[in-house]
């Protein structure tokens, strides 16, 4: 744990008293965002300390060249990334002559800053001291519409405490914007026209290369003691940014604000050459609406998210406050209304990681989405790679496949790979299984087969014929092996046979061959369109069969266990325990040679096909695998302590289960991996509501039937969550001595609970003991 | 092959005709260089084609800031390359108003260039017709002294043929230079001085961050018909450029000539502050002797270095031409005197590689410096390494070792590792192992033990102790393994227990640990010093023993060799006379990916280690092991051919050694590899050295005592070589059916020649049946 100065709230993050220090992590810690657009905490007002300026639009991103050492075959030529946008937040205030600065101010005092979750919103207030003794009283709280989402608003109020002031106000509108993780300090933007009319300012700016066509907008409005001040602003124009700078004096006590509307339209909802006509019609509902209304309006979208999505935990604050952050944000980075947008690994909240799509989001986030939203959401997420599917065939065929053979991407904007380390690019090849396995998950969840006839079966044909293409025949084994991969343990690069990845290399044929027989026979049409397309002959798939059917398996039989990979047995097998703090965390203490020959495990690897495919193991041989991986585990990647989380609750252990369950909610409040500054990690967010749901829960979906094995950390009163079970709502409350079960739905709905039937009739409460 | 336009020839490099699509191959291939400074074959005057411009000072580099896409702890910084340094050779012409480019001209006919090797300069000649139908004759000629190793003279002539002719040249030095693998196109020069006096022009330079002052000069002189033509320049000079400008009108036939000498001087040699006054005396030598006396200088030279180092093959010209160009480039690259230089794998030649010194100095160089100079020389390149081991130390440390544990860095200038690919720097650990071996290659052919106690030991423990914290113990294997590493192979990354790794590792041990005692009863005083200095325990050694007594080596019993490493069976084993010629070379045309996970060897990995130990297995041995890898190796390393050439020898395969032969000594000339224009394998050449005369001539020293087992390809008539072994010369002629022996020297020489002893007096020929 690196940072401890959020304050405990069950329903907001808070921060009291000012240090620079902390700024960067708070300002990825308060990001705001609503699923179009999001940004960091940054200050309106000019602040000269360090910080990290960060706005992004969703979907807009920049192929920026790679950047490598040595060039390899294969590579992609560009790394796709998450633009840092025009900003639009900016609120330059003098006061008296002195320019307002937290970095360089005489005495700042009572500084709080509040995201309140419940509601969808940023505030901050303070007491700043000029340099002549002068005090003024800021407050400021914005927000990033739900209900008009290309829309932003703040108001920012300066009251003079015990003084006079002469006020200069400058809102502004910024393009000369740059990311910190450009490769070639490339132009990112060209900005094509700056238009004022009236309050309203417009910057119109084009992505390089992509050439994505934007807005970056504002208006503004001043007041004193609530009443319209009637100001006119002077107008200010550079080369690529629009400043109105409105003076005025107040009187001690009086209360100056402005309200600020901004945000960004782009042509990828409107047409490109009517941009700022867009702009004006979403700047007349803001306004029109003003600043309290709108406000209004977030705090009900916020309900309703809520209402679906909220997990409340009884008697630990520090829990409720982690669990809730984690929804939250996965609800301002993702809202599932566009099938052209996916889940970056760091949202709106950084620079880092780029590109927008990982395994994450079949991992990790679809059991989220599928619970808490209708399941078109799930299914949009689904078509994301269906639409992607020629792009990973092209993929697959820039690394030497052919045939149909698809190579799903590690990082991608576009459906192009765009991760530049061989070790990960070429080698990280489990992604294609998780592609599959969401495929399987959604159809098991949701109960809807419609997805696989008409996209999915696709898919899985070209993911089943990368892995026949991919494994080996090893004469020396007799069996078929997987050479020079990396698992999900990023630790460990091009080894051979790593469980993990052959296990799910098996499953994906089978799948797909299973899938193929089902649809031959009950989708004809669909079957012959496929076919039409594919191309497969009935000797392909038993080309493939027989790769599954003869797939070699490390194993270990003085440990009665799987092995990770060859030869991890020839590994120093210190645990975690008894390796010395200082050496942690070993991805910022250890040379990388180091850490590919230690044990050490980065995120569930082996454990991870004992998540995937559970019910192919006894629960002994889960506890086995887990007692031996779990001790070589560091869990550097965020990714890691939720399955470990759920892994332990169905051991029982509860103890362990609730620490990692505070390691995933809490990653990013409380910083363990030492990294909150550069963003949060969005995508392991979702792990942390699995590892409630289906870890203390122990919900699961097994023969169509929702089933639960609720339990409860011994630090909790209680805990409630809500899912989404086939158009049926199910609210589950469990406290120390009974689980309850409310169902708001029409039908009556079978479950299992610890393995009894339980029935569950709409509107009433059943209590299992 | 490649290229095809070389003519062979005994003594010189040719190309008739001119191609612009050769241009940056010959550039490359006709380079020159005196050990001090070289350049590529650049054109004097304008060209406008694609070329790539070179020219550089040894020693003098530049840290260029590490590019990388995702940074890992351990990488190094910077990476030191050779610099571009400005520009002296450049006159530009114009003749009646037309500026002579060979890209734009009108007609060129009569091209023709030459590298004479044997005395050591560049020609170039050819008849141009200008856009208006005159036509003119150009000579040139050039070369770098030797005898004065900071300067270079040029002598380039113009002969109307049928017009009378206004002619405009302009001799000028250039400081606005690049490189062309630049990482960040930082700025490396920093140009503090233009100076001009009389005739003569300065340029001094210095080096951005490394702080190399640099003077480049030029003077020059015009003829007419010989005459001196006793022009004056007007001088115009611009921020990074001086250039003399002479107007002279010369008729039909008359012969108008430049003489111009430039070069560098630099505070390698000089006080930083005397470099012009420095220079001044450098030029007056020059100009005193004059070009031709200098250019007679210079004949002599190569003459004394051809008499001791030249190889003759007779009845097979292309493979004289090769061996030849070889030798000679290894002279111009590097002539022994200055222990801070080193031998980069491209020379003077190109960029690629940057740093200096590779493993490439220890492993295949030094033989042929031993046995063509004084032994001073070699032992100058042992004691480059002996000033490099505190470098090695802090490199090791950075790695996380500690104990005075030395890692000799893959590329390097000042001793600081700068290479940044993870799989090479951190884990192509083998490049210890040469270090060590190459102190005892010297002593075994030197005779010279006194490095050892003098600096080699502390070298040798340093590496010793290398390995034994390197490898690890695997209660599994109840053996010592070393895990993640990658052998000369470099096809393979991160595997376990490369045997040529382990092998070298448990020699070092075993070599140091034998030295060890050998000081302690031999040198006392020597060893009392060393052991105050590295603070080594009887215990520590004992440690290292029991590494080295139960290391770990991959076998397989079904083979009967040993493995390159764990899981090598396992491969797809299709030999590379399998492969489809369209997939070579697989650098080019696989993705990196594929190439790991294919058999294919790119230069001998476990055949090295029988090249270092031979003496430590059997014929049988080493045939099985040849016919086990040969066939899997695609020889894609210029390093390849050499050492399969000296083991396809020996095992009485005499086409194949051929083949290999060609392949090795004409690698750039043909261009095998499809990267000449890069610049030229300067190190591999030693190694071509290596395959005649412990190819073909067997040559090895067992036990103080040079053996032979000398044999001939069917394609030639007869070969010979020379070697300075222990101060005598022995000069060995072999023809189809005898070999003669010869001593310079003064005392007669007991050899081995295919196992039985005969003994040379000086000056008999000695004929063996």
């Given at each position: 744990m690196n940072l401890d100065y959020i304050i405990p709230n069950e329903w907001s993050i808070i921060e009291e008293g000012f240090n620079p220090d902390n700024v960067k992590a708070s300002e990825s810690i308060f990001s705001i965002g609503n699923g179009a657009m999001g940004q960091r905490a940054n200050f309106e007002e000019h602040y000269s300390g360090p910080t990290f300026q960060g706005s992004y639009i969703a979907g807009v991103y920049y192929p920026d060249k790679t950047r490598v050492g040595w060039w390899k075959n294969g590579y992609p030529e560009y790394f796709a990334k998450v633009l840092n946008a025009p900003s639009w937040i900016g609120i330059d205030v003098n006061v008296n002559g002195e320019q307002i600065d937290l970095y360089s101010c005489k005495k700042v005092e009572n500084f709080r800053r509040e995201l309140n979750m419940k509601e969808g919103w940023l505030s901050r207030s303070f007491k700043y001291t000029l340099h002549n003794g002068g005090e003024i009283q800021v407050n400021a709280k914005r927000f990033l519409s739900?209900?008009?989402?290309?829309i932003g608003a703040i108001e920012y109020s300066i009251t003079p405490l015990n003084i006079d002031a002469d006020l200069v106000i400058t809102p502004y509108i910024d393009g000369a914007i740059t990311n910190e993780d450009s490769n070639w300090d490339d132009k990112f933007w060209n900005i094509s026209n700056l238009e004022v009319e009236n309050d309203q300012a417009f910057i119109e700016a084009q992505t390089m290369k992509t050439n994505f066509h934007t807005c970056t907008f504002m208006q503004s409005e001043c007041f004193v003691n609530d009443q319209n001040a009637g100001l006119r602003p002077q107008v200010i124009r550079t080369d690529n940014k629009i400043s109105f700078i409105y003076k005025i004096s107040v009187k001690q006590q009086e209360v100056f604000s402005i309200h600020k509307f901004g945000g960004y339209t782009s042509d990828r909802n409107h047409d490109k050459d009517a941009l700022i006509a867009e702009t004006k019609v979403a700047l007349a509902k803001a306004t029109q609406a003003g600043f309290s209304q709108l406000l209004s309006d977030q705090k009900k979208s916020w309900a309703k998210i809520w209402d679906m999505a909220d997990i409340t935990i009884d008697g630990d604050v520090k829990a409720q406050q982690g669990i809730r952050f984690n929804i939250f944000h996965l609800n301002q980075t993702y809202l599932?209304?566009?099938?052209?947008l996916n889940i970056g690994p760091k949202g709106f909240t950084g620079e880092k990681y780029g590109g927008s799509t990982y395994w994450d989001t079949e991992a990790y986030c679809i059991p989220f989405y599928m619970s808490t939203k209708d399941q078109s959401v799930a299914r949009n997420l689904l078509t994301y790679r269906y639409k992607h599917l020629e792009k990973a065939i092209e993929n697959a065929e820039k690394l030497g496949f052919s045939n149909g053979v698809a190579l799903y991407p590690m990082v991608t904007m576009n459906g192009e790979e765009c991760h530049n380390e061989w070790e990960i690019t070429f080698e990280e090849i489990h992604r294609n299984g998780a592609i599959a396995f969401a495929i399987y998950n959604y159809h098991r969840y949701t109960g809807d087969y419609s997805y696989i006839p008409e996209m999915g079966l696709e898919v899985l044909i070209g993911i089943a014929r990368f892995w026949h293409q991919r494994a080996t025949y090893s004469t020396y084994k007799n069996k078929y092996v997987i050479l020079g991969v990396t698992g999900p343990n990023e630790y460990e690069n091009n080894v051979n046979n790593n469980w993990y990845t052959n296990y799910i290399a098996q499953w994906c044929i089978n799948y797909t061959v299973e899938n193929i027989e089902k649809i031959e026979s009950e989708f004809t049409t669909d079957f012959a369109r496929i076919m039409n397309k594919v191309k497969l002959s009935k000797a392909e798939i038993s080309e493939w069969k027989s790769v599954a059917d003869n797939m070699y398996f490390p194993y270990s039989e003085d440990h009665n266990v799987f092995l990770?990979?060859?030869?991890?047995?020839?590994?120093?097998?210190?645990t975690v325990a008894d390796l010395d703090k200082s050496q942690r965390p070993i991805n910022q203490k250890w040379s990388w040679d180091r850490i590919l020959r230690s044990p050490y495990i980065k995120q569930a690897d082996t454990l991870q096909g004992f998540y995937f495919f559970e019910d192919h193991f006894s629960t002994e041989e889960l506890e086995r695998h887990f007692d031996f991986y779990e001790p070589f585990t560091?869990?550097?990647?965020?990714?890691?302590p939720c399955v470990h989380s759920i892994q332990a609750a169905k051991l029982d252990r509860m103890e362990q289960a609730y620490t990692f369950y505070l390691r995933t909610s809490r990653l990013d409040l409380d910083d363990y991996n030492h990294e909150v500054h550069e963003g949060l990690h969005i995508t392991s967010m979702a792990g942390t509501w699995m590892s409630i749901v289906e870890g203390f829960g122990g919900m699961r979906v097994r023969n169509n039937q929702l089933t639960f094995e609720p339990k409860i950390p011994e630090q909790w009163d209680g805990y409630s969550f809500k899912v989404n079970f086939r158009n049926q709502i199910i609210k589950v409350i469990v406290n120390q001595n009974e689980t309850h079960f409310e169902l708001e739905g029409d039908e009556d709905l079978q479950i299992l609970v610890n393995e009894e039937e339980v029935n569950i009739s709409p509107n009433h409460l059943v209590t299992v003991g």
């Open positions: 739900l209900e008009l989402d290309e599932g209304t566009d099938p052209k990770q990979q060859d030869g991890f047995l020839d590994k120093e097998l210190i560091v869990h550097e990647s965020s990714l890691s």
